[in-house]
């Protein structure tokens, strides 16, 4: 859990969170491979969303998902991006969080993951939380904090210190 002062300097910073849909590249499940092919090559991404007909995300896709049915041992086989379709290849297990998760979460999913997906309550596409953009706002935090508040160490009292002494003595047998 944070800190009072430490979470309502992040919600400062909280609008630039979420990358909205309208920003980021995205194909439909039903896509052939050769458009989503297309797409990966132009925008660069490491993956994107993959989304069905009512904007609800189904799926992430990356460029090795593409090509990897292309590859034979005999040749490439290029005819697949147009015979197959984004749904036959995409990820369909992946993370995502509501527009409405916690901070907490969201820091715990994003150790695993570049970036989440952002969904309302009905599943659809809201946009994406990125880690760089979340360490950009603790970076803001810590340059911040001392302009906002007075940062002071803690003081130990002697009951404290007793208590955390006898803790560190307590041994298993």
């Known amino acids: ?63 090795a998902m593409i090509t990897d049915p292309m590859l034979t041992t005999q040749k490439v086989d290029t005819d697949v991006l ?19 998760e916690t901070l907490e979460h969201e820091l715990h999913l994003l150790v695993d993951n570049a970036f989440l997906p952002v969904v309302d309550e009905n599943q659809v596409f809201q946009g994406i939380l990125t880690r760089r953009e979340l360490i950009k706002s603790f970076n803001y935090v810590a340059h911040e904090l001392d302009e906002h508040y007075a940062v002071t160490p803690k003081t130990v009292t002697l009951e404290h210190q007793a208590t955390h002494s006898q803790k560190q003595n307590i041994s298993v047998i």
């Open 1 to 63: 859990m944070f800190s009072p002062e430490v979470e309502q300097l992040i919600k400062e910073k909280a609008g630039d969170f979420i990358i909205p849909a309208c920003k980021i590249a995205i194909v439909q499940d039903d896509n052939p491979l050769m458009h989503a092919f297309l797409i990966l090559t132009k925008v660069r991404y490491a993956k994107i969303p993959v989304l069905d007909s009512d904007s609800r995300i189904v799926g992430l896709l990356s460029l």
């Open 82 to 100: 147009n015979t197959m379709t984004v749904r036959d290849v995409m990820q369909t297990e992946f993370d995502k969080i509501l527009v409405t």
